[in-house]
């Protein structure tokens, strides 16, 4: 077996917020102690509701953000132990695709620029023919080099933000909610390119999603976070949930409505706060098979490297 090309270990992050001249200040962990590898042109699927962490922990793995504990090594190096020039060389192998491509894309800047701006950052200049090949790469018209963002549909749009992405031939590629702010019809036809992309090219991906259809379609194994904690990996997309948790999310399939989201249909009970985690198992106040050792003790990921579960009593 070859080493992985991401390996993960025990990784926190720690936020404070609030404070001031009489309240002191919030702390929470958005990131608990995740350990994972992801192996060359593996892609790993990260679920999970709205808060749970999915988005922090892409940023550390990127180290677009400092770790509170833990390191991250790509490529067999410890990226959380780099100096600045290092870090900018090793981040040329490594791309985010956002959420959000109207957000993430300069208005002012034409397409032209948008896709050299990657070459900037590395102190390279552009290759001669590139800005073509990537459009074409993303399925988009030469003709379109020199427009600016508004000009795009959404979809257009999202498509150049992988060509941003795709620009230094990264081998790493974190797709964060890529397809989240499309009409379905498009999202589809973004997975499809992402996906071919994804063969061609032989490229590693972090793929975060809410859609669990996607993740199943996009990924190769799949980790299910909640409050801040991986608390299940599926070994294959197909894998029957172990976790109550993990099977809730199944059942309610992620509603599409972000309004419905909070509401998981067979669970009850309250999220806790995450500045205040209760003793025990964080999913003990929903959980349908919570018992006493539950609301004591916190459940670890198990040994069990085949189908790794955090829970006493799993389905
Ligand atoms: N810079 C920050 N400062 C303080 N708290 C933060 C910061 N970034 C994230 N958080 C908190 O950390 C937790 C995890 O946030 P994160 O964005 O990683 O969740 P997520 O799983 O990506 O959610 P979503 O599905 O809504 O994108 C949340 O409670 C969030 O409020
Ligand atoms: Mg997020």
Do not use: N, W
Request: with cysteine; net charge positive; glycine share 8%.
């Amino acid at each position: 077996m070859t080493a992985p090309l991401i390996r993960i270990e025990r990784l926190s992050k720690r936020f404070q917020s609030g404070g001031g001249l009489l309240a002191r200040p919030r702390t929470m962990l958005a990131v608990r102690e995740v350990s994972l590898t992801i192996a060359r042109g593996e892609a790993l699927g990260v679920v999970g509701e709205s808060g749970c962490g999915k988005s922090t922990l892409a940023r550390l793995i990127l180290r677009l953000i400092e770790p509170t504990e833990g390191r991250v090594s790509f490529d067999g190096t410890d990226i959380t132990a780099l100096p600045p020039a290092a870090l900018r060389r090793m981040r040329s192998r490594m791309a985010m695709v956002f959420q959000d491509p109207y957000s993430s894309l300069d208005p002012r800047h034409s397409l032209s620029q948008v896709l050299a701006e990657p070459f900037q950052i590395q102190g390279e200049t552009l290759p001669p023919g590139m800005v073509a090949d990537l459009l074409a790469q993303v399925g988009l018209p030469e003709g379109l080099a020199d427009s600016h963002p508004h000009q795009l549909s959404g979809g257009q749009r999202q498509r150049v933000g992988i060509a941003r992405a795709l620009a230094l031939r990264p081998d790493f590629l974190v797709l964060d909610e890529p397809t989240a702010s499309l009409d379905v019809s498009i999202q589809a036809q973004i997975i499809a390119l992402l996906a071919d992309l994804r063969a061609r090219l032989g490229l590693t991906c972090l793929f975060i999603s809410h859609d669990l259809g996607l993740v199943r379609y996009f990924c190769d194994r799949i980790v299910v976070m909640y409050l801040g904690s991986v608390v299940e990996v599926l070994p294959d997309p197909a894998a029957r949930p172990r976790h109550p948790y993990s099977q809730a999310l199944m059942e309610a399939r992620f509603a599409p409505d972000p309004a419905q989201r909070k509401e998981l249909a067979p669970l009850t009970g309250e999220i806790p706060s995450p500045f205040a985690l209760p003793p025990g198992c964080a999913f003990a106040s929903r959980c349908p098979r919570a018992t006493d050792r539950c609301r004591r003790e916190v459940p670890l990921l198990s040994a069990d490297p085949g189908h790794p579960v955090a829970c006493f009593h799993p389905l």
